[in-house]
Every structure is written in structure tokens, then in C-alpha cells.
């Protein structure tokens, strides 16, 4: 039996690992949740599936939540305390990095720490802290299987090959819903036009990162950090169709792609069951005939230039890239508010890049307070940016 913990479970993510829990009642146990504040979602949740422990990271809704559940014997802890605790559950052998955010660094290095098998969908760790993690892992002997789609299929893809006989990483973007367009028609594009994905239906924050190609920037970081290659090593390549989730080109000329409808809950199974395949039961299966082209087109780094600045920020490396992804964190959370444009996000995180003195090797502690940092300089300039 696999005994796994969900941090992130009322999400896009957590809500898909469930259902692939559900389809394998016999053989995976869930044994811990984690939510942020969707209490009612996370109620449901814990009569079908009941943990042994769960966290409501809201204090108010964790009070809440006890209430609810008092018929219950399960525990609600709170805070990023609680969170911890879930994610090092004695009983937990796999932990669901499922958080969005760098909310996610903590836990994931406490889960192991602890020795817990991860599974990865929260790259926005990775890609910040990932000259911690990836040691950590190896000293632990912990597996860290990729959830991300395009990281499952390069993992796949791979299937246990020498990293000295790749040429190169092809990372397939969807190059999401404004593909094509010019930067002077996305000026006034809204968050509910940027939230339609045209293939993946997905949490908010990431929907944004997809629309701005951002999410492909942080994605060649994760990949760099993975498969231990360098970020020039790693091409992304506009693939409008997202059925091929990535490739990787050989020295000998031999391109392995791994194809499959947009459907997460395929990697998510993958990395539960690794190396292990199980049939997969849910929804579609992919059929070719159906599918009438497949099509490659460069991506537009100029009008999409957040995913330049992205690349350029993997390259500098140290706490360059925590910059980065904080100033987007919190840049896409005041664009869904509609407080700042579409156009400001990637403004804003070049402003912060361009502040920033690198720290080569950033501790824990100084890649949380460069984060804090990034968000108090963006604060203090975001008006006379926009
Ligand atoms: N969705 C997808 O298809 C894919 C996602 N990813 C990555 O996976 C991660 C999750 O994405 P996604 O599922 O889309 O995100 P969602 O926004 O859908 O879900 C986020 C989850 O994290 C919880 N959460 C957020 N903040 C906190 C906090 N402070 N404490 C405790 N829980 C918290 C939320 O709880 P609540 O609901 O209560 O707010 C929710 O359960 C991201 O890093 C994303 O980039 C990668 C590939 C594909
Ligand atoms: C499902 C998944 O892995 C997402 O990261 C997806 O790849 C986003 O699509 P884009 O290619 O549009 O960024
Ligand atoms: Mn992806």
C-alpha cells in the first residue's frame, strides 16, 4: 500500500490526485491533506478519504473546520507548523508537492528531511531553492519524480539514460491563449481573458504564468535543476496542440517524445506508481486519427519577453531566480485583482532583476528574505512603473 501526503489538495493538482487515489482504493492510502482555506472542499475530502492528520494553513477556517468535523477522530492542525507536519507524517511514504508557490519550499525540504518520496508539481520550489533540494535528496536517498507534464515526459523520455548522451532538452509550450498576438494588443487583456487556457484546465496562478509563457521559463529552470543539464541545454518550442509534453534529442540525432492527451492525471498516476505503469482508467485515451496536425513554431520571446527575462535569470542563477519568481508571484496575484495590467508583470519583475545584487549560493533563509525583499521593492515602485 502507498501510504501519500497532499499538500495542496483542495488544487488543480490535489483535486486530480484524489481521483487517481480513488481509481487505486486498493493499493494507495491517503494519509494527510493540506489546504490553505477551502474548508468545504477539504471537508469532503476527509469523510471520503480520511486522513490521519490534516492542515488548514487560515487559522479562522482551521477553528472552523474542527467544528465541522467534531463526529470526526481527525486531527486539524494549522500554519505552516501544521503543513510540516503533514508533509512528515511517520506513515507517509510519498508526499504531493502541491502547493502553489514558494509557500512550498519549506515543507518540501522538511518532507525530505524526513525521507519521504516526492512528487513534484510545485516548480516555483525548484526553481528557487533547487541547489538545496537536490543534494538533500541525494543524501536522504529520497526519489523526486516530476509531476509537471512536460518534466514527466522528459523524465520518461529519458527512461534512466546517461544525461552525457543528451544534445539537448525540447520543451514543448502550448504558448497559451495570446499566441500570435503583438505587445500592443495585450495591453488591455483581463485576467478572465488571460484564464483561458486553450488546452489544460489548471489552478489561476499557473493559468497566468501559461498566458505570459512565464510557466515555461520557471519550467527550463526546473528542467536544469532535474536532469542536471545547463538552462542553454534545455530549447523550449511552441507546440499549440500540447500532445507531445516534451522531447529529448540524442547525440546520435534521435528524438524521444512522449505523447498524451492534456490530461494530468497521467503524470500524477506515473509518479505515484513509478516504475510501476498502471492502466489508466480515467478519461480519454489518445487517438491520433483525431488529432488532425501537430505543429512547432518558435516562441516569441519579444512580445513575451517575462520568459527571456526567466531565461536570463536561470543563466545568472543564485538568488536571481528567486527574484524573478517572487516579483512574478506577486505580480500575477495583483493582475488577478485587476490592480495592475497584463503588460506590468513582466515590467515589473525586470525592475526587480535589475535592483537585485546576486547572492551566488543563497541559504534557506536568505532565499526567503530575498522573496520578501523582492516584494517590498515592487511595493515601493509599482506606481510609478505602471
Ligand atoms: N494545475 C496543473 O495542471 C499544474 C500545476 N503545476 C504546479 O503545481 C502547483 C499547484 O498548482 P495548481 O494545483 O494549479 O494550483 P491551485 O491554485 O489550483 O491549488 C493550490 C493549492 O495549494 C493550496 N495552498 C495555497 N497556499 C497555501 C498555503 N499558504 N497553505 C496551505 N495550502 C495552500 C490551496 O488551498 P486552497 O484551495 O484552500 O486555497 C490549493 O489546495 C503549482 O506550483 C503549479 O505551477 C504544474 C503542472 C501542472
Ligand atoms: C499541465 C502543465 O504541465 C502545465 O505546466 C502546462 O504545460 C501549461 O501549458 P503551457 O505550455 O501553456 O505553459
Ligand atoms: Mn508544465
Redesign the pocket.
Known sequence: MKKIAI??????????TLEVAREHKDEIKVVSL??????D??EQQIREFMPELV????EN?AKQLRENIKDLQVPVETG?DG?IACASLSSADTVV?????M??ILPTIEAIKAGKNIAL?????LVTAGHLIMPLCKEKGVKLLP???EHSAIFQALNGESKKNIHKIILTASGGPFRGLNISSLKNITPQDALKHPN????????I?SATLI?KA?EVMEAAWLFGVPISQVQVLVHPQSIIHSMVEYLDGSVIAQMGLPD?RL?IQYALFYPDRKEMKLGERLDLTKINQLTFEEADMETFYGLKLGLEAGKLGGSMPTVFNAANEWAVARFLEGKIGFLDIPKLISKAMENHIIITSPSLNEILNTEQETYDFIEGIVDTVR
Not at 499538500?7 to 486530480?16: A, D, E, H, K, R
Not at 492542515?55 to 487560515?58: A, E, Q, R, S
Not at 508537492?97 to 508557490?101: E, I, Q
Open positions: 499538500l495542496g489538495s483542495t488544487g488543480s493538482i490535489g483535486i486530480q493540506v489546504a490553505h482555506s477551502n474548508i472542499l477539504l492542515c488548514v494553513y487560515d477556517k505552516m503543513i508537492a502541491a502547493l502553489v508557490g509557500i512550498g508539481a510545485n516548480k516555483e520550489t509531476v509537471d507534464s489544460w484546465s489548471m489552478g489561476n496562478k499557473i493559468t504564468d510557466n520557471l494530468m503524470p
